[in-house]
Each structure stands twice: as structure tokens, then as C-alpha cells.
């Protein structure tokens, strides 16, 4: 892709074409601006493609949480159990509720959230376990979903990164009560911000869609006796109103959403091949029966201070990397508040070790190539 001169290669980026401004520009000619008819297609199609029921739009992925977390009963005293290897958002959306994020340590090899650890840290009080499809790599539902079926408590993924991935032939959103997704730029499919919650779960579709809009019903009973103006509100909400326009944008993007998952798994497999000798990297490990979605590929590096001059090294050379995630365990938030007690040491090492790689659709062969040239030359001079 064409970068301005002088502009490092990012990590991650949108690709926007002629059909996605022409999408837009339509919604933009039509009568809507905010709710509309894009919102409920763009629902639709994106509950076909995950084969669940329902979706929610909403304005981001963090709502998505918000209102996911919400539905499944989560508030003041109860506790979300999830990964420290994550987005704040994943666990800041417990907060909003007034309840108690509880960190708990990863696999290994995938940085996924371990089943063993989620359950040793399950307690009456805990009502969802959010686990995080890190960098597009499914969570191990199998384990998760009897997991949280044997123990009473709600699976929302946070699927994130994971628009389009399989785990034995299922998405997140199948295997999970419901699934959360982002549609930030750099996510599989961009509509600036936005997000959505999907789920079979109706009675948690319909209250997450009332909760978007300040929790607003229309009774037509009431309306009746009261007057066609007539709407209650019975519970707190808020506005997390996805906009018409980025939900047509939202479609012309997902129904490119195979090709963008194509070009990713492709680049992932030339840097698996370029790097597979290597001996100074960590490469992404797979469980079996996944199919990626490839939103990010992280190289671990052997030892933990080498990572800083790889990383300024790829800089300087105009490859942008990234760490995902210094632990949210680190960060003082949690910390002051006491969150962060339960020792994660398998995160702690993923995070010391990782590095974000250009990964991204509107790569073009060159770009692939340049990376994979200047990532080999690194990893021999400064690793
Ligand atoms: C794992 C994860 N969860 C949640 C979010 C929040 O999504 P959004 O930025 O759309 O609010 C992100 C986005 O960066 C994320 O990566």
C-alpha cells in the first residue's frame, strides 16, 4: 500500500474502497442519518454470517460489552472473570456495572484465557466469564462452554479480534451465550466506531437493543390509551446509537469480510514460512480445529529485553509493530483498586516477549515482503 513518505508501515489499518464510499454516500442521500433501515440490515446480515439469531449494532465495542455484561446480570457484587492480555474495555465495562473485574492468567501458547484458571477463580458471586479471542486466535470454548454451563455462569466472548474465525466449524458467537465485536479501523471490518453483540439469546437482544436508546418501549397498549406520542422508560440506558451511514458502511465492508479473512490467513501463512527457521522468535502457536482470524500476528521474542531494540530497530527500518497488551494487571487502575492480586505469570511472559507485526488486508505483496526481509535482518542483528 502507499504510505506517505517517511510513514512507518502501522500494524493495522482499514481498507476503504470506491464501493464502500459509494455505500455510504447513498445512506448519506437517504432520509436517516442516526437509526435507520442500514442499522436492522446490517443486524441481519452480520447474525447470518455468525449463525446466531440476533445482533445489536452499537456505537463501539466497548458499549457492546457494556450492554453484553448488563444482559447476563452483571452488577454491583457480582464479578466478571477474564483475561489481564486484553483491551481495557474488556474489563472496564465490568466496572461501569459496579462489579469486580478478577483477572486470571492465559494459555501459554495461544494467550487465551485457560478454562483451569477461570474455574479456580469461580465463586458464587461470579457471573461471566469474558474470555478474549487475543489477536484473533478462538478462546478454547469446547472447555469454556461446559465450564460455564457446569457452573452456572454466562460465557461472553469478547471476539474483538476474532470477526470470522471457527472454532471446530462454530463462530464465537455459536459457541458463547453472546459474542462482542468491534469494528474500530483496525478491526476485520471498519466502520470508524462501532460494535455489535451477538447472540441466540432473544430476551438479551431485545434489552440490549433497548438499552441503546435510554432504554426507551413503546407499549402500543399504552399508546393506545395514552396517545401515538406515548413511550415509557423503565430502566436506566444510554445512547449507544450506531449511526445509519457507518452501518452502511458496515455492510459494504462485510461482504468483503471473506476476502479481507483470505488476504489475512495468506499473510500470515508467507510469515509463518519466512520465519519458521528462526530460531530467535516465538511464531503464533494454533490449537487444532481453529480457523483463525488473523487480526494481529504476534512474534514473542526469546528474551524479554531484547524485545525494546527489535521494536526500535523495525521502526527505524518504517515497520511499525505494536505490543498487544501490556497486562491490564500493570496498570494502575486496577492495581489501586486492589484488581490485580492473582498472580498471571503466563501473561506476564506473553506480554514481556510479544510484538505486533504489520498484519492487514490492503498489504500489498511488496509491503509483505519488505517486512518479511526487515524482520529477518533484525532478528539477526539484534536479536
Ligand atoms: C479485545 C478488545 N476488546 C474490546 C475492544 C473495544 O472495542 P472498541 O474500540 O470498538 O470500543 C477492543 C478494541 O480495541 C479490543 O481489542
Redesign the pocket.
Known amino acids: 500500500m502507499a504510505d506517505p513518505v517517511g510513514t512507518p508501515l502501522p500494524y493495522g489499518r482499514q481498507w476503504i474502497d470506491e464501493d464502500d464510499v459509494a455505500a455510504v454516500s447513498a445512506a448519506l442521500r437517504g432520509d436517516w442519518l442516526t437509526t435507520g433501515p442500514e442499522v436492522a440490515a446490517f443486524e441481519a446480515e452480520l447474525a447470518a454470517r455468525e449463525g446466531v439469531a440476533g445482533a445489536v449494532a452499537v456505537s ?4 457492546a ?1 457494556h450492554l453484553a455484561y448488563e444482559a447476563a446480570g452483571v452488577g454491583p457484587g457480582t464479578e466478571v472473570v477474564t483475561s489481564p492480555l ?2 481495557a ?2 474489563a472496564n465495562a465490568a466496572l461501569y456495572l459496579g462489579a469486580t473485574p478478577r483477572f486470571v492468567d492465559v494459555e501459554p501458547t495461544t494467550g487465551t484465557l485457560d478454562p483451569e484458571a477461570a474455574e479456580a477463580a469461580t465463586r458464587a458471586t461470579t457471573r461471566v466469564w469474558a474470555p ?1 479471542d487475543y489477536a484473533g486466535h478462538p478462546a478454547d470454548y469446547e472447555a469454556l462452554s461446559a465450564l460455564t454451563a457446569r457452573h452456572g455462569v454466562a460465557l461472553i466472548a ?1 471476539a ?2 476474532s470477526l470470522g474465525a471457527r472454532y471446530r466449524g462454530r463462530s464465537p458467537a455459536q459457541w458463547a451465550d453472546a459474542a462482542v465485536h ?3 479501523p483496525v478491526k476485520a471490518i471498519a466502520t470508524g ?3 455489535a453483540i451477538l447472540s441466540d439469546r432473544r430476551e438479551w437482544c431485545e434489552r440490549a437493543a433497548r438499552l441503546r436508546s435510554h432504554g426507551v418501549v413503546r407499549d402500543p397498549e399504552a399508546q393506545e390509551e395514552h396517545g401515538p406520542w406515548y413511550y415509557e422508560i423503565r430502566e436506566l440506558g444510554f445512547n449507544y446509537r450506531i449511526p445509519d451511514v457507518l452501518c452502511a458502511l458496515g455492510r459494504s465492508q462485510l461482504a468483503k469480510l471473506p476476502r479481507f479473512l483470505e488476504r489475512r490467513r495468506a499473510i500470515a501463512t508467507r510469515y509463518l514460512d519466512a520465519f519458521a527457521a528462526e530460531d530467535r522468535l516465538e511464531l503464533p502457536a494454533l490449537a487444532p480445529d481453529v480457523d483463525p482470524a488473523w487480526h494481529l500476528f504476534v512474534l514473542r521474542v526469546r528474551e524479554a529485553k531484547r524485545r525494546r531494540p527489535l521494536f526500535e530497530g523495525l521502526l527505524a527500518r518504517g515497520i511499525g509493530a505494536q505490543l498487544h497488551y501490556p497486562p491490564l494487571t500493570r496498570q494502575p487502575l486496577y492495581r489501586e483498586r486492589g484488581l490485580a492480586s492473582t498472580p498471571c505469570p503466563h501473561a506476564e511472559d506473553f506480554a514481556a516477549r510479544a510484538l505486533s507485526i504489520p498484519l492487514f488486508p490492503a498489504m500489498t505483496d511488496g509491503d509483505v515482503e519488505r517486512v518479511v526481509d526487515e524482520v529477518s535482518r533484525a532478528a539477526r542483528e539484534l536479536l
Open positions: 463501539s465495542g466497548t458499549a460489552l486484553t483491551f474495555a474488556t478474549v469478547d474483538c479480534h468491534s469494528f474500530h466506531e462501532g460494535g
